[in-house]
């Protein structure tokens, strides 16, 4: 049997989609069934790197959704909108979806599936985490019989690449993230990347997979490396850790509460994550009784999301080829978030931090450090002072695991000190 797909959008991913569909020789069979029909562009002038006849190219998305002919609707514009009126109007003249729209997805996830479920189409989106690296069909099918209590990802490129540079050469963020511009590795506008917010959108996709309920976006704590300096990479080194980006989404053992959260963390230089460098993603996802386990690859690019986005096309495909009609979803490739998550709220969330402080080198600085972070009950594990910025003591500080709320409490209780005159880093440690 045929099917019919309508691309929204031909940049890079779509363009890489398409090639894999216009050659199917020695790829798996069930590509052969699967046509393009039609493609959705924002300009019919635009030249293209691809060969494909020109009658099949449209400027109206809307009749592409619409069009009684297409099965599949392969969602690749990107954005909020029109991609989730485009995505719901699909849904709603019966075809199913494939998108790799992380910030719709993890938006608009619960309204989305609900008009899916109800129309009895399937909405599938792995390329939206981890480009060519399976992790979501993994969380729904071949690790389904966990119970799930960590995902912790490195799930942005461009940022992974910035702090492996700054790591590896020494270099400051502002010229890394410059050089990134120029190789095309970072975008010309690099916000959504180095504030962490397409890594929290990935994180709360995740999330709801793994642990079975709608996730509000906004319930992901963010940060992002737009702080992070030279020095903290070097003190990193000299403690023993690198600085990634990690994307954490923790179920406390026999409790509903999740926390949720993207931050750049010190993670010791023996862990899986620590190793992950350049463009590439991971995602370490643990669970009971799996044990651990770690997807490792290309997190973005043409080639490597479109074998995601073709996985997906042909993951419908396979469950329809006898009818195009499912009478009932299949439970393993559909999506029914339940209740709401409930989120800790970041004050209550149990961490190590390192902390560096630039002070005056006078008596008795270190122990009103100390007597600050006890009053909070804050313990330390290592109090170091190494080096000087022009006439200012550096005092960096690593504690045990501590709620963060009353770290934050004695961190204000510090900044009113007088020998303290910057507190210039705090970065969570894994
Ligand atoms: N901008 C993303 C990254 C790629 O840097 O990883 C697509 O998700």
Same mark, same amino acid.
């Given at each position: 049997?045929?099917?019919?797909? =309508?691309?929204?959008?031909? =940049? ?23 046509? *393009?029909?039609?493609?959705?562009? #924002? ?11 020109? %009658? ?45 729209? +992380? ?31 399976? !992790? ?14 960590? !995902? ?31 190789? =095309? ?7 959504? &990347? ?6 929290? $959108?990935?994180?709360? *996709? ?9 996730? +509000? ?9 737009? #702080? ?14 690198? !600085? +990634? ?8 053992? $026999?409790?509903? +509460? ?56 042909? %993951? ?7 009818? #195009?009609?499912?009478? %009932?979803? &299949? ?29 005056? $080198? ?12 006890? $009053? ?43 020998? !303290? ?10």
């Amino acid at each position: 049997m045929a099917f019919k797909i =309508g691309l929204l959008g031909l =940049g890079t991913v779509g363009t890489g989609t398409a090639e894999i569909l216009l050659n199917p020789e020695g790829r798996h069979p069930l590509i052969q069934d699967i046509t *393009i029909e039609q493609i959705g562009v #924002k300009s019919l002038e635009k030249k293209r790197s691809i060969e494909l006849p020109t %009658n099949i190219f449209t400027t109206d998305l809307e009749a592409i959704v619409t069009n009684p002919d297409i099965d599949i609707v392969v969602e690749l514009i990107g954005g909020l909108e029109p991609a989730r009126s485009l995505i719901l109007s699909a849904i709603e003249h019966g075809k199913h979806v494939v998108t790799a729209n +992380k910030a719709v997805m993890a938006r608009f996830g619960p309204e989305i599936y609900e008009a899916a479920n109800n129309a009895k189409v399937y909405v599938l989106l792995e390329a939206a985490v981890g480009g060519g690296i399976p !992790i979501v069909e993994p969380l729904k099918q071949s690790l389904g019989a966990n119970r799930f209590e960590n !995902i912790i990802g490195i799930v942005n490129g461009t940022t992974n690449y910035i702090l492996t540079q700054m790591t590896q050469n020494g270099v400051d963020f502002e010229e890394v993230l410059k050089e990134a511009q120029a190789l =095309g590795y970072a975008e010309a506008d690099p916000t959504a &990347d180095v504030g962490g917010l397409d890594a929290a $959108d990935k994180i709360a *996709i995740l999330a709801s997979l793994a642990f079975g309920g709608k996730v +509000k976006r906004e319930d992901v704590y963010c940060e992002g490396i737009t #702080k992070i300096t030279s020095s903290d990479i070097s003190y990193a080194e000299k403690l023993g850790f690198v !600085i +990634k980006l990690l994307a954490i989404a923790h179920k406390v053992p $026999d409790t509903e +509460k999740l926390q949720l959260r993207v931050h750049p963390t010190f993670v010791p230089k023996s862990h899986p994550l620590a190793n992950i460098n350049g463009v590439n993603n991971a995602i370490l996802v643990e669970g009971q009784p799996l044990g651990q386990v770690m997807f490792y690859g290309p997190g973005a690019g043409s080639g490597p999301t479109a074998s995601a986005v073709v996985a997906d096309i042909m %993951n419908i495909v396979g469950v329809l080829h006898s009818n #195009k009609k499912a009478e %009932n979803l &299949d439970p393993l490739l559909s999506c029914s978030p339940q209740n709401y998550c409930v989120v800790t709220p970041i004050e209550d969330v149990y961490t190590r931090f390192y902390a560096r402080f630039l002070c005056a $080198d006078v008596p008795g600085v270190i122990g009103h450090l100390g007597m600050a972070f006890g $009053d909070h009950s804050v313990s330390l594990e290592s109090v170091v002072q190494i080096g000087f910025q022009e006439d200012l003591a550096e005092i960096v500080v690593v504690t045990h695991k501590v709620r963060e709320g009353n770290f934050r409490s004695a961190i204000e209780e510090i900044r009113s000190l007088n020998a !303290i005159k910057n507190i210039p880093s705090i970065i969570r440690v894994l």
